[in-house]
């Protein structure tokens, strides 16, 4: 291991799991040591946003790989490939399981709910509606930060289109294209969620009070 890279089986207490292959097990991961604060940033954001909703603690988190010796933010120990989130009590999200296409709405939901929460801290996220290789897993990493809301990004378009459609109907195309149509979705996904405050394309702050209203919504179910 490198000197700039933290071997961990946990992040901020709560432990971390490998599921690929075979029954779930304990797993220990590494990264940078910056990375790595940001996953505990995030996971205490996970772990408020959800309490907040009526989740007990997080019980474990399951990964697909941190740092992986290949190119890109993954080779650079900059990258986590999220799989599974369960709660104390049994409560689970499994992007492994694709629930973004589970045939109940609130599972559907809290998917994005969680992937909300990632994009809070990390500017690149990368799930199923992106590309066939994100289709069992969320990506997240450090590349391109601090986390906007960026029109020409087709990663945060083909997010913003789907979770209109899931929580509002929108009936948008999920193409990765910005369009009128998508800019009048979003609109209103902000009107209706009382976000309208700043510019969420230049400012992280406004970004990010969407995101955690998206958040709230999605873990107790509700559309928008």
Known sequence: MAPNEKAFNNIDGTPTMYIRGGSRQPATFSCTFGFYDSLVAWVR??????????????????????????PGEHGAGTAFDLDEVQWAGGTICRPIGRD???????????????????RTTFRWVLDANYNAAHQDHIHMDFGGMP????????????????????FMGSGLA?????????????????????????????????????????SARGFTGQGF
């Open 45 to 70: 954001h996970l772990r408020a946003v959800s309490a907040a909703a009526g989740y007990a603690g997080l019980e474990f988190i399951t990964s697909a790989g941190a740092y992986v010796n290949k």
């Open 100 to 118: 973004h296409e589970n045939g109940a709405a609130a599972v559907r939901r809290r998917y994005y709910a969680v992937e909300a929460t990632t």
């Open 147 to 166: 986390p906007v809301l960026g029109t020409g990004a087709t990663s945060d378009t083909f997010f913003v289109q789907a979770l209109c459609n899931e």
């Open 174 to 214: 999920v193409d990765g294209a910005w369009g009128p149509l998508t800019q009048a979705a979003f609109d209103q996904s902000r009107q209706r969620l009382g976000t309208t405050t700043g510019n969420p394309h230049t400012d992280q702050g406004a970004y990010g009070q969407w995101l955690n209203a998206v």
